[in-house]
């Protein structure tokens, strides 16, 4: 019979078997924290990690990610709330302001490029002007 110190007779973990699991996660988190996080997910071989943009690692594109789904939320309230003034005036609001909503002025700026909405009082359309987000 071999003995296995990750497991016992009854194949459950031993104590040995739990702490070199957890070495290995906190080894794989040292190595992720002293490279800033930049686990690369496209690069040319030999470039250094610190030159790669943030969008190249997988913490900068899960951001980047985050940051167009808020701006899809956003746009998608401010759109709502458009249409709302619509039906109470009778007419499109000149401005966003003119919706009154309850937030901040940053509200109303893309989140991902701090860049204003881009508002048309005619047709009452908004969109995002950030290149990546154009689509909604």
Known sequence: MRANILTNNRGNW???????GVAIVVVA???MWGSGGRFTTAGKAGEDLATQSDKT?????????????????QLGQIRQSIEV???????????????GL????????????KMPYVYDPA??????????????
């Open 14 to 20: 031993t104590l040995i078997g739990l702490l070199v």
């Open 29 to 31: 988190m040292a190595v």
């Open 57 to 73: 690692t997988v913490i900068g594109q899960s951001m980047d990610a985050a940051k167009g789904s808020q701006c899809r939320q």
């Open 85 to 99: 003034y619509k039906t109470s005036n009778d007419e499109n609001p000149a401005t966003l302001n003119d919706l």
């Open 102 to 113: 309850p937030a901040s002025a940053d509200f109303f700026a893309c989140p991902t490029s």
């Open 123 to 136: 047709t009452a359309t908004v969109r995002c002007p950030y290149q990546y987000h154009a689509g909604f």
